[in-house]
DNA sequence: TGGTAATCGAGACGGTACGTCCCGTCTTAAG
DNA sequence: CTTAAGACGGGACGTACCGTCTCGATTACCA
């Protein structure tokens, strides 16, 4: 990247990098996360085995990089003038993302491996939450400057509920994000952030644990 | 020979079954689904793997009924006289059973498993998805019963709201439901429950798809 | 067998008894020994496979049995006026008995299965071994008795040396006793026999071990 | 990519090549052809199981190529000066390799598996029956060269007449070549192969088949 | 411009687990 | 009490991939 960077001596060939990671979103796309074998990627990438294993750790840390690349950098981006059209708008881009490449079976294979690997939880946790949640934020931030409501004091939540209910309609539901779900989750958003702001910390309830 | 001759039911041996479901719960538990071998099921349960194979044709079927035993049959039974306090007490239940028994291992590496296989996640929506929206489908009808609300038209979108936010808390949060979410939870379905009540369907949008 | 038999309690079946026996041996015939498995020569017997194991110890055993059926009583029972016509029409019966029924195939199964274990060994030389020498002797002292010949004082070894040289051919020749074939052993068993009977034992050779 | 790209041979590994050679050789001597596990043998070599189905399609196969290992390459070398010695050499050269190493028990099992498998068989003529009948061509060659004897037309048959004997002998005999019987089988080969000078083709017998 | 050292493809290696086959024993219901 | 049926615990099979390890051959810096 940086000027110096040049005369690194790693001298990673460019041309593999790209064929495994290509390979890789393709087999992952076909088959799924948990039938995508380093073998088959290394032999449709023309690729030694070794070479994938000299630059990445594992499987999970190659489909990693896979799934950043697939997640386009501009998915919250739009600024559509209202807080439900930025809604909207995340929520189609979404869709298409998980609709037309293998990010989604990616991503859930990754948490699904996750479970018993608290060093890649912590990565997807990067890779994935942070991400997320800073995109929210700034949907929210916006709406607040805006004037449309409340600076909200549960943007993070806000962010899992809505990721959380995506997820499980592409995993569980009809794997498509079709305007009904939309319409809906949209509102139970807009509900839940005026809700927040209209009562702020309820007085009567004791905030422990 | 004889008429009566009729094909004698297979005979499945009691104590092999509950030793094998007993196995699997408790490596499962231990060391994730993704890192439970069938080998080690049948060598803890004392059975042959072919026992396993017999009755049971691959690990998620056998851990499906796993998960299925691990599951009280009241989660969702309490009636606390009201919705939030109802909603409270599944949370609260719903969190032990995950934080206390393999039941949320399990079930994730379920998921993960179905997103490459459409049998099995047919079989999960009926072991899991269903189940759960008629909790959530009581749990709203008893209060509306009460007068809290009105009746809602979206209880299934509500409970995948409900259900999706408990996951990603469970999958990529602090992996537990603590007092904190649990308020937040609450509060957004009832806010989300009483939103589609109080617009119903917003005059403007036109309702296709 | 006798008239006291009819009585005895342990009450086996014929039926069983003798379509095991069938199945094995057409199993065996079109199979091979090594790929003759208990469980279908009970399936095809219509028979448990307790019935088998009750009846006989092992495979090895229930096969003797086989083996000993196929073998007609009279195998070498013709009087043909000479010894070459003996022989030959020995040869003959063999021939007929190793190429129309499984009784090459299973013993030469049995035999290798003997190697490791020396009970099974002393079996088949009682079965096997014993009957044949018996045989030869007798063929050999009818010959003696007709003048042919001096008594011979090896007929053992020749009665070995005779089956050694059919086993060799229908192990690893062409697995036909042919017409040459018969007219070179049979040659080669006279001069044996009158070699023996002519020289004795060669005065300048010690006799030892 | 360039021109000269020719696809390297595989390179195998000597060290496993021999270590499952030995330990092959040692199982089988131990336990038996028909005890000889694939699984053992890669375990007591040191080896993935696959090394050995990389290399072999089949136990046959592997100890095919054991007991060419045993058999020393000068079996019947020796030149005793008369047909007589060079027969009760090549004996006493046979007892030691039977007795003295797995080779017995190798070969016999192959041939037992060969009976049903035609392809086995062919290897094992290979093997075994044709280097053996070459011995014995030489033999009688080297005493026909010293006029001991007329050149003979059926140099085979005496190859496995000789075969045959010393097979019975071990398989249901003594397991031992003793005194005794080489005594015997060599005078057998000599006034076989004699007679068969002598006599030529008897006139009065027609030769068809 | 040629030397050389890291990377490359290929794929063999020691392993682990798979899902299947068959063993010899045990259990059940029918006769 | 025996039988047909077949489930059971066990052990070996031959296969699929794992992640590591050799091999030449290629490549791109540096002398």
């Known amino acids: 990247m940086s000027i110096a960077a040049v005369a690194s001596p790693p001298r990673r060939s460019v041309r593999s990098h790209e064929a495994v990671l290509a390979a890789a979103a393709d087999i ?16 449709q990438a023309g690729v030694g085995k070794q070479t994938i294993y000299r630059w990445w750790p594992n499987r999970a840390a ?13 998915v919250g981006a739009a ?9 909207e708008s ?21 948490i699904a491996e996750a479970q018993a690997d608290t060093e890649l939880a912590r ?7 942070a991400p997320r ?17 409340d600076p909200p004091d549960n ?10 209910a995506v997820w499980f309609q592409l995993l569980l539901g009809t794997r498509s994000l079709d305007r009904e779900f939309r319409r809906r989750l949209v509102d ?7 809700s927040a702001c209209r009562v702020g910390q309820p007085p009567d309830r004791k905030k422990r644990t």
Request: proline content about 3%.
């Open 90 to 110: 995340l929520l189609i881009r979404l869709s298409a993302l998980y609709a037309d490449t293998p990010a989604g079976n990616i991503l859930f294979g990754l």
């Open 155 to 164: 943007t993070d939540f806000v962010s899992d509920l809505f990721s959380g």
């Open 79 to 87: 600024d559509t003038g209202s807080l439900a059209g930025d809604l």
């Open 62 to 74: 190659l489909l990693i990089e896979v799934y950043g690349r697939l997640v386009p950098p501009d």
């Open 123 to 129: 990565q997807l946790r990067d890779t994935y939450v």
């Open 188 to 194: 139970a958003v807009l509900c839940t952030v005026r």
């Open 28 to 43: 992952a796309g076909r088959r799924g996360y948990g039938n995508t074998r380093i073998e088959d990627i290394a032999a």
């Open 133 to 149: 949640r800073s995109i929210v934020r700034s949907i929210l931030q916006r709406a607040a400057d805006r004037g449309e409501i």
